[in-house]
């Protein structure tokens, strides 16, 4: 045993014994056990430095002339929530994001940064390590398990097999990110299977992303050693893979919300809830205020018939347990890290205090600690490598008259199929037609200087706005513009560039809305509520212009995305995904 460690031991047990004295305590809790399932009336927590040194009926012994004691009257109180796999590389800073996600409880966040590493490589992922660091949450990381998508196509970043082995040597990095291109598992990809088997030499964890998979290839996916997903969209799917041995995460967030399918079947199953956990895989600013987080998982599963302790215990301690870190976090027990939380009642489960090792970082609903602001290095705030844009460069020339065009056909904001439309050139150029709702769409490489680029057609947006252009896709990293004309195309670029990454809506030559994503094109280094506020204008700004679709930041952020089908446009081309090969946009 180390040094530092015995001191540990030595410290929290003297505290126990009344020897040495708590720096707090709380007394006359309501305590929610998430080890015997038993809400305990009247407890006192004794807590030192960052750690709780007792639990039980009187703590008087360790309350010195130092110590500061809480009443909290009853209150309950529970451990802090955990979201178990999300991408906090979206919209906002880690420290932003923070604020939010503590106001809901949720005191440990298991980040999965893929899009920053899809961008950026092995630097920015280092770059963003430093930015989750020192914050009043616990933020730990996983390497991006899946890049690239499909090498034949993607443009992304990735780690190489020395850097994975280097970057999980790293305190916060548990192991490797969702594994979401199963195939390569299945087909046993040797860059993959080297990454699976020395995750495993080193005692990290394998988070999973079985969607859509079973039966042999699912028992081949978990015998590779991963055990963990949080795709199941039905019970079924639960069931399947808590029998294989699984722990699954269920999804509620932004992209997905699966509770509600979920958790009644589970109920009334009977299913053993140890390995159940809550997951957001990632929130946007207006939902995340407007519903909540993990705290979110807890009400909606309550109202569907789940018990509050259970509810409790899924938000806590099994995402803990799946992690292998139980010995330190995920219930209040001697020994283990003070994460707590003080309700009101069991209903809200909003806390009203939320204690993150042992310090108050939450009070009466607002955040009491200072959060520092981070040293963005410069590089990483100038990502968008293209040059500026004229309403030629989105061309797309014929030859003949009339020609029959293949189009991306938006079946959703995410789901696309391969549609046709009979077009007309003018002047060896096939236009968009806004009339027949035919949209131009173009995706260009910002990222690695080349002029690669790929322009085609877009069916079934309806919107009536000139361009709509974005740095931010799944989990690639070109620039996608959607048009009506070349011109408001070109416009929406420039912006873009000027701004070094975002989202922005133009039409007849005006900005409608702009949500500039400095750090790296994906991440805003704005405060929550100017993000916030730029997010919901450029949905509004599309929606309220007749767009087909509720959720239209969704359409540039999956065009690229080759894990789904049906035809995607990177800056190679456009990809029809289940022949893998690249289609013209005109015949
Ligand atoms: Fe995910």
Redo the contacts with the bound molecule.
């Keep these: 045993m180390n040094s530092s460690l015995a001191n540990l031991i030595i410290s929290l047990n003297s505290v126990a014994m009344g020897d040495k004295k708590a720096d707090l305590i709380l007394k006359n809790c309501n305590l929610l056990s998430v080890y015997t399932k038993e809400i305990i009336p009247k407890i006192q927590i004794a807590i030192i430095d960052d750690r709780i040194a007792y639990v039980g009926t009187d703590a008087a012994h360790t309350i010195g002339p130092k110590t500061t004691v809480i009443d909290v009257n009853g209150k309950y109180v529970s451990p802090g929530f955990a979201d178990p796999?999300l991408?906090i590389d979206q919209f906002v800073l880690p420290s932003e994001f923070a604020k939010k996600a503590l106001l809901c409880g949720v005191t440990s966040l298991f980040s999965?940064p893929i899009d920053i590493v899809s961008v950026t490589g092995y630097k920015g992922f280092q770059e963003f390590l430093k930015l989750g660091e020192d914050l009043p949450i616990r933020i730990f990381q996983v390497v991006p398990g899946g890049l690239p998508v499909d090498a034949k196509f993607s443009n992304s970043k990735t780690f190489s097999l020395s850097q994975e082995k280097t970057a999980i040597k790293h305190p916060h990095i548990l192991g490797l990110g969702?594994v979401f291109s199963w195939t390569k598992v299945t087909l046993r990809e040797p860059k993959t299977m080297k990454s699976l088997s020395t995750m495993l030499e080193c005692d990290c964890i394998i988070n999973g992303h079985t969607a859509g998979i079973s039966e042999k290839k699912l028992n081949a996916y978990v015998s590779s050693g991963i055990l963990s997903c949080?795709e199941p969209i039905n019970f079924d799917q639960v069931l399947e893979r808590l029998r294989l041995g699984m722990w699954v995460m269920i999804r509620e967030g932004s992209i997905r919300r699966d509770l509600k399918e979920i958790i009644p079947r589970v109920l009334s199953h009977g299913t053993y809830l140890n390995r159940l956990m809550f997951c957001s895989?990632g929130l946007n600013p207006l939902d995340i205020t407007k519903f909540g987080h993990i705290d979110h998982c807890i009400r909606e599963s309550i109202k569907l018939g789940l018990k509050p302790i259970d509810a409790i215990t899924m938000a806590s301690k099994n995402n803990f347990d799946y992690y292998n870190m139980g010995k330190d976090l995920g219930g209040i027990a001697p020994g283990k890290l003070a994460d707590i939380l003080v309700f009101n009642d069991l209903k809200s489960f909003k806390p009203n205090k939320v204690f993150v090792g042992g310090k108050l970082v939450v009070s009466n609903g607002s955040i009491v600690t200072y959060i520092k602001k981070k040293i963005i290095s410069p590089w990483i705030k100038k990502t968008v490598k293209l040059k500026k844009f004229a309403k030629n460069d989105f061309l797309i020339k014929s030859k003949k008259k009339d020609v029959l065009a293949n189009t991306i056909f938006m079946q959703t904001e995410i789901i696309t199929k391969i549609g046709s439309a009979e077009l007309h050139s003018k002047n060896g150029h096939v236009s968009a037609s806004f009339d027949s709702d035919i949209w131009k769409v173009a995706a260009f490489d910002r990222t690695h200087g080349t002029n690669r680029h790929a322009i085609g057609f877009l069916e079934n947006f309806g919107a009536d706005i000139g361009a709509f252009a974005s740095t931010w896709s799944f989990h690639e990293n070109d620039m996608i513009v959607i048009g009506s004309n070349d011109s408001d195309m070109a416009i929406a670029s420039n912006h873009i560039i000027k701004n070094q990454g975002g989202l922005v809506v133009v039409k007849s030559g005006k900005i409608l809305a702009s949500l500039p994503l400095q750090f790296a094109g994906i991440v805003s280094t704005d405060s929550f509520e100017k993000v916030s506020s730029n997010f919901q204008n450029i949905n509004n700004s599309i929606v309220d212009s007749g767009c087909k679709f509720a959720r239209p930041h969704l359409i540039p952020l999956f065009l690229p995305f080759l894990a789904l089908p049906s035809v995607r446009i990177l800056s190679g081309g456009i990809v029809d995904v289940k022949k893998r090969n690249y289609i013209q946009p005109i015949n």
Excluded: F, P
């Design positions: 796999h991408h999965d969702e949080h895989d």
